[in-house]
């Protein structure tokens, strides 16, 4: 579980920016919190509201840029490869400067702090404590190319060797079984899904169709988007899937063939058309309808010819599902772009029910959605903003929570009066 995330000098952030996953001592919807210690909760969600180009789909970035490098960048590294950093360039300074990510999560009963800053050219600084007794100790500790350690040190010096100044020791360490560090490494290996890829890096889709309940999830959540859809029969190189299901061992052509179909259903709908109508999967949405003697009866539909917001919710579905059933952290930018707001209400609760989470899954998403902000599912210390200074060009992250607001706080009134800021200040004409 993710217990909070830092980051600074990075895209539109010059400072630091806190994402603190840690509930605050508010009464309302304590059921939905999760129980990390006897008297500390975690959140199962935040939800991330700002202006157009105010910089809130940068917290994605930078957590998706951390995570790809941390788990890559033993073998992306080469000796003369960049680090994927982006700085802060609206000043004359950032980019001198080192860009930091801190991680601070718990896995298997142990907390981790992790933490590497960098320039493109080299990881200034790193480190690595875990607490597998409740106490902070260190596991690792680096300041450019000097290597500190507390406990098995021939081997962790010997790995310290083999490391460049372009890699991080964490990654190497974690093929070279180093056993903390392998440990550590769970997390961002098996715990941390996305809703979508970003260009800091070469692409790499998650592969959801690893998940043999995958096909399973996207029929359930075309069901209860669409009240017209009754069924989904999918198809895999002219062979009928029956059951909506797939085997444990999935072939190799077919998760090919099953991640390109994820990948037309997230696009956008003038590119996923022809994708999804040449795809080696076939996906039919069975729906209801009259026949000529007026009885019911189902008739078929290809799926491109579904709505964009079907397709979306459809693309999310293994993702959320999978993060639900084994426990970890999903993060979707935009929620709602393309959905509905009940729809956007059934994800999201989806991770504050305790019946459809009882793993202690978490959710961080961005979203223009205000209704969100009724209160109706989500707690105060759940929202949180983003805003950019008109001075600086800097972004902002901050919580509801630094308000101090009141129980009886209208919070979507406030926010669309100004009252937190990360709003567009734009002159509306009068309509008489």
């Known amino acids: 579980m993710l217990i909070e995330f830092r980051f600074k000098n990075y895209r539109s952030f010059r400072d630091e920016a806190v994402l603190s996953m840690e509930a605050t001592g508010l009464g309302m919807y304590k059921s939905c919190l999760i129980k990390y210690k006897s008297k500390t909760y975690l959140l199962p ?28 960048a033993q073998r992306t590294q080469h000796a003369d490869a960049a680090v994927p950093v982006r700085p802060f360039r609206l000043n004359d300074y950032s980019q001198k400067e080192p860009t930091e990510f801190e991680f ?18 080299q990881i200034y600084k790193e480190y690595l404590y875990h607490a597998p007794k409740g106490q902070k ?62 260009s800091d890096i070469p692409k790499q889709l998650l592969e959801y169709s690893n998940d043999p309940d995958m096909l399973n999830a996207i029929s359930n959540y075309a069901k209860a988007a669409d009240v017209g859809i009754e069924d989904m029969e999918f198809e ?4 009928e899937i029956k059951g909506v299901s797939l ?59 579904e709505s964009d917001g079907t397709r979306k919710i459809m693309s999310l579905a293994p993702a959320i599902e999978k993060v639900l059933k084994s426990g970890g952290i999903l993060l979707i930018d935009e929620i709602e772009k393309g959905l509905h707001p009940l729809l956007v209400n059934f994800i999201i609760a989806k991770f504050q029910s305790k019946d459809t989470n009882p793993k202690g899954a978490q959710l961080i998403c961005t979203t223009h959605e205000i209704e969100l902000m009724n209160m109706e599912l989500l707690r105060k210390d759940q929202i949180y903003f983003v805003d950019k200074s008109q001075d600086t060009g800097s972004s902002e992250l901050y919580s509801i929570s630094e308000f101090g607001t009141k129980t009886a706080d209208n919070i979507r009134k406030g926010y669309l009066l100004g009252k937190y800021g990360a709003i567009p200040e ?3 004409e009068e309509v008489n």
């Open 45 to 72: 969600g935040v939800a991330i509201y700002g202006k157009n180009g105010g910089g809130k789909s940068n917290v994605i970035r930078a957590f998706w840029l951390a995570v790809q490098f941390i788990k890559n």
């Open 104 to 121: 601070i999560y718990t896995i298997n009963g142990i907390k981790y702090w992790y933490l590497f800053s960098a320039n493109s050219k």
């Open 137 to 198: 100790a260190l596991v690792f500790y680096r300041e450019g190319q000097k290597f500190s350690f507390t406990e098995d040190k021939s081997k962790r010096n010997l790995i310290a060797e083999t490391v460049a100044n372009n890699q991080l020791y964490f990654s190497v360490a974690s093929i070279m079984n180093d056993h903390v560090c392998v440990q550590a490494m769970k997390w961002f290996r098996e715990k941390v899904y996305f809703s979508r890829d970003y």
């Open 236 to 239: 895999i190189n002219s062979k």
């Open 247 to 305: 085997p444990d061992e999935v072939p190799e052509g077919i998760k090919a063939a099953l991640t390109e179909f994820l990948q037309a259903l997230s696009q956008a709908a003038d590119n996923a058309e022809s994708k999804l109508s040449m795809n080696e999967v076939k996906a039919i949405s069975m729906h209801i309808g009259l026949n000529e003697s007026g009885e019911s009866q189902l008739y078929p539909l290809a799926l491109e010819d």
């Open 426 to 428: 734009l002159d509306i």
